[in-house]
C-alpha cells in the first residue's frame, strides 16, 4: 500500500519557520515530481512548489518564491519544504503529493498524503 505522510507542521509565530517532511512508503518515487499543496478551511487547495525527479527544477507559487525551499532525497524516499518568513494567512493544512509527470494542477498528482496542520500566530 503507497503511503504518503507528512510531518513537521504546528505552531509558530509569524516571521518564524517550519520544516515539513513527507515519507513515502510502498513504493519509490525517484522517477515522479513531487509537489506541496496547502488549503485553507472553505478554500480550494492551492499549489505551493514542486521539484522534478533529480532535484534540479523546482517551481513556485509567486506567493511563496523566496520564502520556501522545495527538496527532496530519493535515497530516503523523502521530500521536504523549507518554510521561512510565514505569515499568519498561510494557516491551513499542507499537502505534499507525487506526480508521474510534471505540473502544478491539482489532478496532475495521483498520490497524496493526508496533510499536517501548520497555525502562524500573529
Known amino acids: 500500500q503507497v503511503q504518503l505522510v507528512e510531518s513537521g507542521g504546528g505552531l509558530v509565530q509569524a516571521g518564524g519557520s517550519l520544516r515539513l517532511s513527507c515519507a513515502a512508503s510502498?513504493?519509490?518515487?525517484?522517477?515522479?515530481?513531487m509537489g506541496w499543496f496547502r488549503q485553507a478551511p472553505g478554500k480550494e487547495r492551492e499549489f505551493i512548489a514542486a521539484?522534478?525527479?533529480?532535484?534540479?527544477?523546482?517551481y513556485y507559487a509567486d506567493s511563496v518564491k523566496g520564502r520556501f525551499t522545495i527538496s527532496r532525497d530519493n535515497a530516503k524516499n523523502t521530500w521536504y519544504l523549507q518554510m521561512n518568513s510565514l505569515k499568519p494567512e498561510e494557516t491551513c493544512v499542507y499537502y505534499c503529493?507525487?506526480?508521474?509527470?510534471?505540473?502544478?494542477?491539482?489532478?496532475?498528482?495521483?498520490?497524496w498524503g493526508q496533510g499536517t496542520q501548520v497555525t502562524v500566530s500573529s
Open positions: 510502498g513504493r519509490t518515487f525517484s522517477s515522479y515530481c
Open positions: 503529493a507525487a506526480s508521474p509527470g510534471w505540473g502544478t494542477k491539482i489532478y496532475e498528482y495521483n498520490y
Open positions: 521539484i522534478n525527479w533529480s532535484g534540479g527544477r523546482t
